[in-house]
């Protein structure tokens, strides 16, 4: 069975080819600590599961959804904070 997709060449190229932004460095940089925190959840969800739950693998999931969420306001809280006339940046 053959595909037959139409992809415009231009626009194709444009997207995949080119070097990210200053702008969407910087973004990425804002995010980092909301990234790790859901990395090291995902690391305690593997890391239980092929076992029942102990009590210290409630813990530490525990430990980790606070951890994202923590990590969720701030960024939040940073971006409300630069975003209003005369806040803290």
Same mark, same amino acid.
């Given at each position: 069975m053959k595909c037959i997709v139409a992809v415009p060449a231009g626009v194709t190229a444009l +997207?995949? +080819? @080119?070097?990210?932004?200053?702008? $969407?460095?910087d973004a990425i940089d804002r995010e980092m600590p909301v990234i790790r925190a859901e990395? $090291?959840?995902? +690391?305690?969800q593997i890391m239980t599961l092929d076992r029942p739950l102990s009590e210290l693998d409630e813990r530490r999931l525990r430990r980790a959804r606070r951890r994202v969420l923590?990590? @969720?306001v701030a960024v939040i809280n940073q971006t409300a904070g630069a975003s209003v006339p005369g806040g803290a940046a």
């Open positions: +997207d995949l +080819d @080119r070097e990210p932004s200053a702008a $969407e460095l990395v $090291e959840l995902l +690391d305690v923590a990590a @969720r």
